[in-house]
């Protein structure tokens, strides 16, 4: 597997109450990486990778649901996983980080554990892949404390793309300093997902995309977020005054009745 990285961001809501959104974005020259490598929950995000124990990601996550705290949790995994040596894996939680590269993965091979942020690779071009991707990540990052609402961001920087636009901003600058190595391997794959403390109305579609099969990944993974937020943007318009009055369900329903009925 190729690279990847899981963000931690605080923000205020709507309400002006403090709320915690985590966020994982991975892509590699294999079909399907987001049924193995991307794990999140209100608690944090998880990312297994190099040789895939994919138990490693969702037990990880229901173990930060537990409480547990991600340094712990991961390492315990690990500790209990006789192909650790092969492995790659990373997070965050709602108070810190954990990175873990074994020393069988395959050159290039590395992490970076930021504040608030993870980023880790192998069978990479080099190093200057996940310094890429971390320093667009930074570079678009909310300031502490900084003033936010919903799945947004607004800070004296003006970094207010949702964290799902930036994490795939962070992938692609990573896939410009050559990415995945293994370029006799044409099928490749990307993927997303972000979670969030926030009890909403309605969840941005574009927070849980993947891409599974494509020879440019990174590009078709930005036009389905692009076309995701599109189409949630037309739902909020939509069905906003639906949601708030609590009448949702019987809209969804009358649809139904319809289409049953054209049948």
């Avoid at 173990?63 to 192909?83: K, R, T």
């Avoid at 990373?90 to 980080?97: A, K, L, M, N, P």
Wanted: one cysteine or more; proline letters at 2%.
């Amino acid at each position: 597997m190729t690279f990847s990285i899981c963000v931690r961001e605080e923000y205020e809501d709507e309400n002006e109450a403090s709320q915690t959104r985590f966020g994982v974005a991975v892509t590699t020259r294999l079909p399907a990486v987001g049924t193995l490598c991307p794990f999140a929950s209100e608690n944090g995000a998880v990312a297994t990778q190099s040789l895939v124990n994919v138990e490693l990601g969702r037990k990880g996550v229901e173990y930060l649901d537990d409480g547990l705290a991600v340094e712990d949790a991961l390492q315990a995994l690990l500790n209990a996983d006789e192909g650790a040596a092969q492995r790659q894996l990373h997070g965050v939680d709602s108070e810190g980080t954990f990175v873990f590269s074994g020393e069988e993965c395959k050159d290039w091979y590395g992490h970076i554990e930021g504040d608030n942020y993870t980023v880790a690779g192998n069978l990479l071009t080099g190093e200057s892949v996940i310094e890429a991707t971390a320093d667009a990540y930074e570079a678009s990052a909310p300031s502490r404390g900084a003033e936010t609402s919903g799945a947004e961001t607004r800070d004296d920087r003006e970094n207010d793309a949702p964290l799902a636009e930036r994490l795939i901003d962070a992938l692609a600058a990573g896939h410009a300093e050559g990415g995945d190595k293994r370029e006799d391997l044409h099928v490749q794959s990307a993927a997303l997902l972000v979670e969030s403390t926030e009890d909403r109305e309605m969840e941005p579609y574009y927070d849980d995309l993947r891409v599974d099969a494509t020879e440019t990944p990174v590009e078709d993974l930005r036009e389905t977020y692009e076309l995701a937020r599109e189409g949630f943007e037309m739902a909020v318009e939509r069905y906003e005054e639906a949601y708030e009055e609590d009448e949702l369900d019987g809209v969804e329903d009358e649809s139904e009745r319809v289409e049953d009925d054209a049948e």
